[in-house]
Nanobody
Framework: QVHLVESGGGLVQAGGSLKLSCAAS?????????GCWYRQPPGKQRELIAS???????NYADSVKGRFTISRDGAKKTVSLQMNSLKVEDTAVYYC?????????????WGQGTQVTVPS
């Protein structure tokens, strides 16, 4: 059974930094695994903000590009999100997700979420 646990959320002043980590168990970080970070601001829908493929290719939402960096460590089975220059609008619950691709389709796994608050 795949289990994802996020950590690193909290309250930070605007302009500050936080690093979120996602530890995975029950899954092998092979070439068919993509790591993702989503966030859900208060009253809004969950949105994809960053992803990383098994060979390290990354993609970012325009809202975080240049400020956030996603990374992965296959040996430690972790996916991390370094968040710099945080803004009030970055306040959200952040979710880690793994997509596992196989011939029959895609399995998607979710963490429980971690709150990030940037007060105005």
């Amino acid at each position: 059974q795949v289990h994802l646990v996020e950590s690193g959320g909290g309250l930070v002043q605007a302009g500050g930094s936080l690093k979120l980590s996602c530890a995975a168990s029950g899954v092998i970080f092979s070439i068919n695994i993509m790591g993702c970070w989503y966030r859900q601001p208060p009253g809004k829908q969950r949105e994809l903000i960053a992803s990383i493929t098994s060979d390290g290719r990354t993609n970012y939402a325009d809202s975080v590009k240049g400020r956030f960096t996603i990374s992965r460590d296959g040996a430690k089975k972790t996916v991390s999100l370094q968040m710099n220059s945080l803004k009030v609008e970055d306040t959200a619950v952040y979710y880690c997700s793994l997509r596992q691709f196989h011939p029959g389709g895609t399995n998607t796994y979710w963490g429980q979420g971690t709150q990030v608050t940037v007060p105005s």
